[in-house]
């Protein structure tokens, strides 16, 4: 099985920054995707960034390009998301996705709020 624990969320003023981590444990594919999505009350889930296996390829929602950048560590088995100029908007909880095997994995969630 596979797990996916997020960590770095937080309360943040607007312009600041935060990181967001997400380690995998258990058995991880060596071709798969990453992914952060983002989850406000009463919307649905939204596609933030993806990043594949080889750290390569990227890809961002254009609201956050710019201003957020995701990459890997694969000897940690970790994605993160360096989230800067952060906006009121951007006020979501933040998960995890790992995509392999045909199959999509979830963490819990963190929560980020961007408020003065």
């Known amino acids: 099985q596979v797990q996916l624990v997020e960590s770095g969320g937080g309360l943040v003023q607007p312009g600041g920054s935060l990181r967001l981590s997400c380690a995998a444990s258990?058995?991880?594919?060596?071709?798969?995707?990453m992914a952060w999505y983002r989850q406000t009350p009463g919307k649905e889930r939204e596609l933030v960034a993806t990043i594949l296996s080889g750290g390569s390829t990227t890809n961002y929602a254009d609201s956050v390009k710019g201003r957020f950048t995701i990459s890997r560590d694969y000897a940690k088995n970790t994605v993160y998301l360096q989230m800067n100029g952060l906006k009121p908007e951007d006020t979501a909880v933040y998960f995890c996705n790992l995509h392999q095997y045909f199959q999509n994995y979830w963490g819990q969630g963190t929560q980020v709020t961007v408020s003065s």
């Open positions: 258990g058995t991880i594919s060596r071709i798969n995707a």
